[in-house]
């Protein structure tokens, strides 16, 4: 049974940092595109980052840019995401996903092309 696990999301104060972590069991990380997306309340889920399964490409959304950080860690089967300056809007529960993929460089940003889910970890910046 695969499953994905994020953790790291907690309350941080506007302009912190959080490191938010996705362990994997049940599935090498290694075979899939990774990305993190976020849901805040009354809004639809978006893309925030994705990253290749070689680790070279990366996507970020507009608004994280020169921000957020996704990276990898295979032999952890583990991903991250490094958020600095943070900002109220910021504020949503962050999901990690994985695709399987034949494709090492390639990243992908839309949510329907995942095939596997976190439950979430909840990131909350005060203002």
């Known amino acids: 049974q695969v499953q994905l696990a994020e953790s790291g999301g907690q309350l941080v104060q506007a302009g912190g940092s959080l490191r938010l972590s996705c362990a994997a069991s049940?599935?090498?990380?290694?075979?899939?595109?990774m990305g993190w997306f976020r849901q805040a309340p009354g809004k639809e889920r978006e893309s925030v980052a994705a990253?290749?399964?070689?680790?070279?490409?990366?996507f970020y959304v507009d608004s994280v840019k020169g921000r957020f950080a996704i990276s990898r860690d295979n032999a952890k089967n583990t991903v991250y995401l490094q958020m600095n300056s943070l900002k109220p809007e910021d504020t949503a529960l962050y999901y990690c996903?994985?695709?399987?993929?034949?494709?090492?460089?390639?990243?992908?940003?839309?949510?329907?092309?995942?095939?596997?889910w976190g439950q979430g970890t909840q990131v909350t910046v005060s203002s």
């Open positions: 996903a994985a695709k399987r993929s034949y494709d090492y460089s390639n990243t992908e940003a839309r949510p329907g092309e995942y095939d596997y």
């Open positions: 049940g599935l090498s990380l290694s075979t899939c595109v």
């Open positions: 990253i290749s399964r070689s680790g070279a490409s990366t």
